[in-house]
């Protein structure tokens, strides 16, 4: 038995089958991520303070390039089955499959250098701003100190003001120790830690190595989404439009392998499965346009 509408499209709507499900798919999909869109504005607009810089940016741009690319490579994968050339497609089609695996692979790297990356917070101001000094250099430290404050918090509301408290230092602990958080470090009888802090933005400073009294922390975290609400949202949205990039791979690498079959059997099919395939794939291209400026820029 031969399942109707899967070439020609059906009287009453204009659209074969599978077309009218993805749509009706994809109205669903952008109401999740309307969703998480609209709790983003909501708490970014509530907060008195918001994190800036804390992403690379010239990593975000590439990743989106890869995927502005992928979005070409699967039209001209779909045009290519239109104009009869199944080798054509092939070649698009995996050309496709590869920039989404580089956009996983580069991904994958910004989650791990999250994860390898802390704040220190420290019991007072004056403690913090001793730590500074170690690290940057008795005049510059409580130089570095506001410039941080400035740049993580200032840009984004007008009405702070600098309070070394809500400064932290960020960098690197010796050896990374995956997800180490304070009260683990002192359930393993540890009393310091090495750190070496990060160069304030747009400045050629080394920060020198310090050694940390963990009896002068209050709080410890690497850029997990404990760490704060900015990075809970960043791995939130970012953690599920990579599993939308993850099956739509999926989807497409099977279309790749059955091509031949499908070809042999029914070539205009398997053209109308591809052209599903990629309004789902364009619909994560297009999610990904909107959190790169969002997440990365604003």
Request: glycine share 6%; with cysteine; aromatic share 14%.
């Amino acid at each position: 038995m031969e399942i109707p509408y899967t070439v020609k499209p059906r009287p009453d709507t204009g659209l074969y089958n599978a077309k009218l499900g993805i749509w009706l798919f994809l109205a669903s999909e952008v109401m999740l991520f309307g969703g998480l869109f609209s709790s983003y504005i909501l708490l970014r607009v509530g907060a008195d303070l918001w994190p800036h810089g804390m992403l690379n940016i010239p990593i975000g741009t590439f990743n989106t390039f890869v995927l502005i690319a992928s979005s070409v490579t699967v039209v001209m994968s779909w045009a290519s089955l239109k104009l009869g050339k199944l080798d054509a497609f092939k070649k698009y089609m995996a050309l496709t499959i590869l920039c989404a695996l580089g956009f996983l692979s580069v991904k994958s790297f910004e989650y791990h250098a999250k994860f390898t990356h802390y704040d220190v917070w420290f019991k007072d101001a004056a403690t913090a701003e001793k730590y500074f000094k170690a690290a940057y250099g008795e005049e510059k430290g409580v130089e570095a100190a506001r410039k941080l404050f400035v740049e993580r918090f200032h840009l984004h509301n007008t009405k702070a003001t600098y309070d070394a408290n809500q400064v932290q230092i960020g960098g690197h602990i010796e050896g990374d120790p995956l997800c180490a958080t304070l009260k683990k470090l002192l359930a393993a009888k540890k009393e310091t830690i090495q750190f070496t802090p990060d160069a304030p933005f747009g400045t050629h400073d080394h920060p020198k190595p310090i050694e940390v009294k963990l009896s002068d922390v209050i709080r410890l975290s690497s850029y997990v989404p404990s760490h704060s609400t900015y990075f809970a949202i960043y791995f939130t949205i970012t953690a599920l439009h990579g599993l939308h990039v993850l099956g739509g791979a999926i989807v497409l690498t099977y279309f790749l392998l059955t091509a031949d079959k499908w070809w042999k059997k029914n070539p205009e099919q398997l053209a109308n499965r591809v052209e599903v395939g990629g309004l789902f794939w364009h619909f994560v291209d297009l999610v990904w346009i909107f959190l790169f400026p969002v997440l990365y820029l604003l």
